[in-house]
């Protein structure tokens, strides 16, 4: 049996946010519904089953995104935990948040350090 979007967007949901991100769907059930279904459905259930990158692959190219584009801390927490539920290790993390600091600057960077470092503490990683 072949599974919806929706099934395929909710399993990877799980998987990767776990219930960081069941929280930001359900934080929008009583004002934007639609967007909730749409992160589901399309990031979840079309973007990130591709085959060409590997999930670590991906949830790195999301982390990074967020870092530049700032003022995104509180996706940057729950991806970040992501990344450590799919086995990115904290190193890797911080390394390619360093990665950024010649094309984004330190202001950036150090804000998702803030953060990593929150959810490191949070995770009992520090």
């Known amino acids: 049996m072949e599974q919806t ?3 395929t967007g909710m399993k990877q949901l799980k998987k990767i946010d776990g219930i960081g991100g069941e929280n930001v769907i359900k934080s929008l059930e009583d004002i934007a519904p639609d967007v909730g279904r749409f992160i589901i459905e ?3 259930g079309e973007i990130y089953p591709r085959e060409e990158l590997s999930l670590p692959e991906r949830e790195m190219v999301t982390i990074t995104s967020l870092l530049t584009s700032g003022g995104c801390e509180p996706q940057l927490e729950v991806h970040i935990n992501g990344s450590l539920n799919i086995g990115i290790t904290p190193q890797k993390i911080i390394e390619t948040f360093i990665q950024c600091i010649p094309y984004v600057g330190f202001p950036r960077v ?3 350090i803030t953060v990593a470092k929150k959810v490191f503490t ?5």
């Open 5 to 7: 979007r929706f099934e």
């Open 42 to 44: 399309f990031a979840f």
């Open 110 to 112: 150090l804000n998702a």
């Open 122 to 126: 949070e995770r009992k990683i520090l």
